[in-house]
């Protein structure tokens, strides 16, 4: 399967069709292939936003590896409910399609991207000693609309991280972030001085 998708947030996703809810990925790690329970991130590795040219293969083997003209490659473990797969080509707003692999299971999955901006995902299905366990546990929960505010990136961050502590975001919750945001900036500098 082959589609074009926009890299405005930094990442794109391919999930399990089985998942009623977008996924905030962990981003702690410093990897740009992210995968968990149900679902596949790729980060961009570059500064282009998209649209980006990506290509969808399902091997019934670990299939040779390439090189050129890929020049980045990262693999890693997924575990899919069903194993039809959503393609999204911006987060949660439109799907390019479903991509079928062989049903409920453990697969590996390897990530290529190039410097022209297109990216080959690869699945095949895990060896004997790959287990569900192997996999990290999905995100949190996160509205996509946080995502997509137009709003400074430390505030967005600081608002991202009460949401994984509440169900749901307030104003007010938005105007402490903000707040909290200013008070960091001016941080160290000199009191205002008063007239008289």
């Known amino acids: 399967m082959e589609y074009e998708v926009m890299m405005v947030d930094g ?19 410093d990897e740009w292939l992210l995968t968990t329970e149900n679902q596949v991130t ?3 590795t570059s500064q282009g936003l998209g649209p980006w040219g990506v290509r969808l293969e399902f091997w019934d083997s670990e299939p040779a590896a390439r ?12 575990w899919f409910a069903t194993g ?7 987060w949660g707003e439109s799907a390019a ?11 590996r999955v390897r990530a290529l991207i190039n410097d022209d901006e297109r990216c080959l995902v690869q699945f095949w299905p895990g060896t004997a000693a790959d287990t569900r366990d192997d996999v990290p546990a999905p995100g949190k929960m996160i509205d996509p609309m946080l995502l997509s505010l137009n709003i400074p990136d430390e505030v967005k961050s600081a608002l991202v991280s009460r949401s994984l502590d509440s169900e749901e975001l307030t104003e007010q919750d938005i105007r402490e ?3 909290a945001q200013r008070d960091q900036e ?4 000199p009191p205002a001085s008063q007239g008289s």
């Open 11 to 29: 990442f794109f996703i391919i999930e399990d069709a089985s998942l009623a809810d977008h996924i905030m990925p962990a981003f702690e790690s």
């Open 42 to 44: 790729v980060g961009r």
């Open 67 to 78: 090189a050129e003209p890929w020049n980045t490659t990262s693999e890693s473990l997924a």
């Open 84 to 90: 039809t797969l959503v393609a999204w080509k911006a």
């Open 97 to 107: 399609g479903e991509f079928s692999l062989s049903g409920k299971g453990v697969y």
């Open 177 to 179: 972030a903000y707040a």
């Open 186 to 189: 001016h941080e160290g500098e």
